[in-house]
């Protein structure tokens, strides 16, 4: 059988190659961009009628597609431009890899043996049915070898476990757009339903949930599960959750497919490039072998008991903390007080990082400031949020909003305005990590556990002293285990009691609610016109999420289940502090332990575990 396109519109993938130059190297890697834009010359026919509108249309349709980058995080919307983007970028790259190697090497057969190709998140994931149909269609193969060898180049990097992330395509959509490669993911999808009846013979409903295609969905997870040589998640706990819930059934198929690669982090970009002095104190006691070899890093324990090197780390941080308040004071004119602690709650805005959790903190303070005479704080403390929220999260819109107007409420306050200030930071970006993180005293990390699948903002507060505030999730657990527990704070319900509740169907926030007044007190504020500048119902959706819900969950994400620990882990952290050397010895002993999430030590595991390949 031979396979035919019609009426179908070309369009031409342009790459632009970007050298990636790494560290003290001679030999840059490349990376290939892709441009889309009509081939010239084209439909000569509208043209030749005069008919430019067409042209222009067609013209305009071309170029939209690298026009975007879509800005959603942890959401994945199945919209047509986004299939025709994600379809463009993996059929160039997949036609590029194909003709290279077979330029290189001469036969197409031995593709498995030179190349290797990671499927970072499931935006990729059309590559595979993409290679299958260049290597049928086009380079003459049958079918079993075909899908043997994509078999052998395909792994698959789980990224997150929210369902509301896991590409879904509608399949009229899909089927109308890419009929050949809609065609291609049938046959993989008709052939794996038989390798399901014969594992799961007695269970529809499984085989339902397992399958790639069904209910109008093309299910770009359960293909890559199925077709790739290895899955892996992205931190230890993540992993294990891969392995008992989110692909729990593929597990039992495939049980050697699984494994965990715990993330990591750049050191020349996140310590020596944002943090030079710190770079510079480093290299004045352990020389400069930490940049390429990131066990060097633990050289620096023994130093965590010299007062010396304690008094000069601490300087440090002090003009990090300066160099960052000259910037917010020049960017946002906000004035930031170096000698406060400096608490950082900076990532993209998502309801399962809960910076709603910290509102709710930040409000119990006000709340204590205002109503009761003897509350204090140990030291003024300055709350930093950054955080960018996806165009169309209208929640997470809210809460940037919230943030805001509790920011003027306690600088609305002479007895509040002292104590605490609260500042949120406009377009978090790299270039601005590479100078918040520096200044960072405490590291917020509170994710409802279970739902961060690795995290690695919170790698980078660890490489540059800062010391975590978070729950016992995503790669905070392995943090914990690094550093041990004098010089971490964890709080907080772990996965397995917050799945047990979920499952359950337990929870119910709206008991801690009316049983617990600072609870009640703190979330009250929401609605009952505190907050300056805001129409009165203008957090009616938060209030209500957080007791009633949308649909049945009330408090999705347990933020008033934790409350009351969170509370307690940040009168802790709050109480360590005011022991000034003993405080900056948590610091350095968390930058001595964080050369194992030097990205390095992630890349040799993907190596040695997954790629196989010798390094050079
Ligand atoms: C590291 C980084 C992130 C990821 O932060 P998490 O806390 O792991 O979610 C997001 N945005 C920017 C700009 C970063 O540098």
């Not at 509108?53 to 919209?79: F, W």
């Not at 996140?270 to 066990?295: E, M, Q, T, V």
């Not at 500042?423 to 739902?451: C, H, K, M, W």
């Not at 129409?535 to 289940?561: E, I, M, N, T």
Request: with cysteine.
């Amino acid at each position: 059988m031979t396979c035919e396109h019609r009426d179908y519109q070309t369009v031409l993938a342009v790459p632009h190659d970007m050298p990636v130059i790494g560290f003290d190297s001679h030999t840059p890697a490349t990376l290939r961009l892709w441009r889309a834009e009509c081939p010239s010359g084209f439909d000569l026919h509208s043209f030749n009628k005069g008919d430019f509108v067409c042209m222009l249309r067609q013209k305009e349709l071309a170029e939209s597609i690298s026009k975007v980058l879509y800005p959603q995080d942890n959401h994945m919307t199945g919209r047509m431009l986004r299939l025709r983007q994600f379809y463009f970028l993996a059929s160039a790259t997949m036609q590029c890899i194909v003709r290279e190697h077979k330029k290189r090497f001469g036969d197409v057969r031995t593709l498995p043996e030179k190349v290797v190709l990671q499927i970072n998140d499931l935006h990729p994931a059309l590559a595979i049915p993409e290679l299958i149909r260049i290597l049928i269609d086009e380079e003459g193969l049958g079918w079993d070898d075909a899908y043997a060898m994509a078999g052998r180049v395909f792994n698959y990097t789980n990224h997150t476990v929210m369902q509301e992330a896991l590409a879904a395509w509608p399949e009229h959509i899909f089927r109308s757009m890419l009929p050949r490669v809609y065609a291609i993911v049938a046959e993989i999808s008709e052939r794996f339903n038989g390798r399901l009846w014969q594992a799961f013979s007695q269970d529809r409903e499984k085989i339902d949930q397992l399958t790639i295609i069904a209910h109008d969905e093309v299910r770009m997870a359960n293909l890559c599960v199925a077709v790739c040589h290895r899955v892996n998640g992205v931190s230890q706990l993540h992993g294990r959750i891969l392995k008992t819930r989110t692909f729990r059934d593929f597990y039992v198929m495939f049980p050697g497919k699984f494994t965990a690669i715990t993330n990591g982090i750049t050191q020349r970009r996140w310590l020596a490039a944002a943090n030079p002095d710190l770079c510079k104190l480093i290299n004045d006691h352990i020389g400069d072998k930490f940049l390429r070899d990131y066990s060097e890093l633990e050289r620096l324990k023994p130093l965590a008991d010299k007062p010396r090197f304690l008094a000069d780390f601490a300087e440090v941080k002090r003009r990090n903390k300066l160099r960052l308040a000259e910037q917010v004071a020049k960017q946002q004119g906000i004035v930031l007080d170096p000698d406060s602690v400096f608490d950082v709650q900076a990532k993209r805005l998502h309801e399962y990082k809960r910076q709603l959790l910290k509102v709710l903190h930040i409000l119990f303070l006000y709340n204590g400031f205002t109503g009761d005479a003897g509350f204090a704080l140990p030291r003024p403390v300055t709350f930093l949020f950054a955080a960018k929220a996806s165009p169309a999260y209208w929640r997470a819109k809210s809460i940037i909003r919230l943030i805001n107007a509790v920011a003027a409420l306690v600088a609305s306050h002479p007895r509040t305005r002292d104590a605490i200030r609260v500042a949120f930071l406009e377009n978090y970006n790299v270039s601005l990590a590479e100078r918040l993180i520096p200044a960072a005293d405490i590291s917020e990390q509170i994710s409802t556990a279970g739902y961060e699948a690795s995290g690695t903002g919170n790698m980078k507060f660890m490489l540059n002293g800062a010391v975590t505030l978070g729950t016992m999730d995503g790669a905070n657990v392995e943090i914990f285990e690094r550093v041990g527990q004098d010089n971490i704070f964890i709080f907080g319900a772990g996965a397995g009691e917050i799945n047990r509740m979920e499952t359950a169907n337990s929870y119910r926030p709206k008991d801690l609610f009316d049983q617990n007044e600072d609870i009640r007190d703190a979330v009250s504020r929401l609605v009952d016109g505190t907050l300056p500048g805001v129409a009165a119902d203008q957090f009616q959706d938060l209030y209500h999420s957080l007791l009633f819900g949308d649909y049945d969950r009330a408090d999705r994400y347990f933020l008033l289940y934790d409350f009351d620990a969170y509370r307690a882990a940040f009168e802790n952290v709050l109480a360590a502090y005011t022991d000034e050397p003993a405080w900056t010895k948590k610091g350095v002993l968390n930058t001595a332990g964080a050369g194992f999430f030097s990205a390095d030590r992630t890349i040799e595991e993907y190596n040695r575990q997954i790629w196989g390949l010798r390094p050079v």
